[in-house]
């Protein structure tokens, strides 16, 4: 299979659960999901307000401050400050979770895992990289800031733009930016999504 490439400009922004703000999905699996019944989720928010978070039982979480100066959250009673861009911070979707920004909107990036099924891992990249997933894996790497050029298909992909890499795929990237690179691994014993 060829990597699927996922226009930012193809996205419909769309209500947060709890209707307190507005997130544009990256990609979910399985295809067309819903906010209840997905197994993953990668999405982008703009974050104009403080307050509390959606609770997802079940879900694992990790943000990442792409734009702005950052916010600090309150996990469980535990506050942790996410001031710096590009950071990603983990933490559990049914926890008591509440938002305060640090100085104005921010704009970050989201990954959500159904933890009985999934897990996710998100690193970084400024540079030249490559990947190839392995069987039971996929990997969805997105543009946070800057450019980047796949390739194999000598594609361009702009500011959120994404590409989505399975079934042993293997693409190579030049990275003129933040390249955030998502990791998305069935659990053992599962049976194929």
Same mark, same amino acid.
């Given at each position: 299979?060829?990597?699927?490439?996922?226009?930012?400009?193809?996205?419909?922004p769309?209500?947060?659960?709890?209707?307190?703000? %507005?997130?544009?999905?990256?990609?979910?699996?399985?295809?067309?999901?819903?906010?209840?019944? &997905?197994?993953? #989720?990668?999405? %982008?928010?703009?974050?104009?307000?403080?307050?509390?978070?959606?609770?997802?039982? +079940?879900?694992?979480?990790?943000?990442?401050?792409?734009?702005?100066?950052?916010?600090?959250?309150?996990?469980?009673?535990?506050?942790?400050?996410?001031?710096?861009?590009?950071?990603?911070?983990?933490f559990p979707?049914?926890?008591?979770?509440? $938002?305060?920004?640090?100085? +104005?909107?921010?704009?970050?990036?989201?990954?959500?895992?159904?933890?009985?099924?999934?897990?996710?891992?998100?690193?970084?990249?400024?540079?030249?990289?490559?990947?190839?997933? $392995?069987?039971?894996?996929?990997?969805? /790497?997105?543009?946070?800031?800057?450019?980047?050029?796949?390739? #194999?298909?000598?594609?361009?992909?702009?500011?959120?733009? /994404?590409?989505?890499l399975?079934?042993?795929?293997? /693409?190579? &990237?030049?990275?003129?930016?933040?390249?955030?690179?998502?990791?998305?691994?069935? #659990?053992?014993?599962l049976?194929?999504?």
């Amino acid at each position: 299979m060829a990597p699927r490439v996922l226009r930012a400009e193809e996205r419909t922004p769309a209500p947060w659960k709890n209707g307190g703000g %507005v997130t544009s999905e990256v990609a979910a699996h399985p295809e067309g999901a819903g906010l209840d019944d &997905f197994a993953w #989720r990668v999405s %982008v928010a703009e974050v104009a307000r403080g307050g509390p978070f959606s609770t997802f039982e +079940g879900v694992d979480r990790n943000i990442t401050v792409v734009q702005g100066a950052g916010m600090a959250l309150t996990v469980d009673g535990d506050t942790h400050v996410l001031d710096a861009p590009h950071e990603p911070f983990e933490f559990p979707g049914d926890a008591a979770t509440g $938002c305060e920004l640090l100085g +104005g909107p921010i704009v970050d990036f989201n990954v959500m895992v159904r933890r009985s099924l999934m897990s996710a891992r998100v690193r970084i990249e400024r540079g030249p990289m490559s990947v190839r997933p $392995c069987p039971g894996t996929r990997v969805l /790497a997105v543009v946070l800031e800057g450019r980047a050029v796949l390739h #194999r298909a000598v594609v361009s992909l702009g500011r959120f733009d /994404a590409v989505l890499l399975r079934d042993e795929d293997h /693409a190579s &990237f030049d990275v003129d930016g933040v390249l955030a690179v998502v990791t998305l691994t069935e #659990r053992p014993g599962l049976p194929g999504h």
